[in-house]
């Protein structure tokens, strides 16, 4: 009996954790929160996509709560607050896709590039 020794290559793309910290700095939580359900949709759980915009629509009402309604925000340096969440979204993507990313790439597959989270 044969094996067959060569895996068919995946044949979709993922965008891989940087492009999403990148994405995240420049197009605020609601682009993490599509980068991160695209990747749900391709690594087969789907499940998980509406919880990635949940967290996305929550975290950006967050923000402008914080930005609007908390006295002495405006004092804080502009970049305290992107660098904050896009930290909490770097950590969502690695804990919960940072496994499928790794295999994928291991197994062949396509990453998107930093240039089209951009």
């Known amino acids: 009996m044969e094996e067959n020794l060569i895996s068919p290559l995946p044949d979709y793309k993922l965008y891989k954790d940087r492009a999403i910290y990148v994405g995240t700095i420049l197009g605020r939580p609601l682009v993490a929160g599509y980068l991160a359900a695209e990747n749900f949709k391709h690594i087969g759980q789907p499940n998980k996509v509406k919880n990635a915009w949940f967290v ?15 006295p002495g925000v405006q004092k804080l340096p502009n970049y305290i607050i992107p660098l904050l969440y896009t930290g909490i979204a770097q950590y ?11 295999e994928h790439i291991a197994q062949g597959g396509q990453i998107y590039s930093v240039w089209r989270a951009v």
């Open 56 to 70: 996305a629509i929550i975290a950006t009402v967050v923000i402008f709560g914080v930005v609007f309604f908390i």
């Open 92 to 102: 969502l993507v690695q804990r919960f896709q940072g496994n499928a990313i790794k």
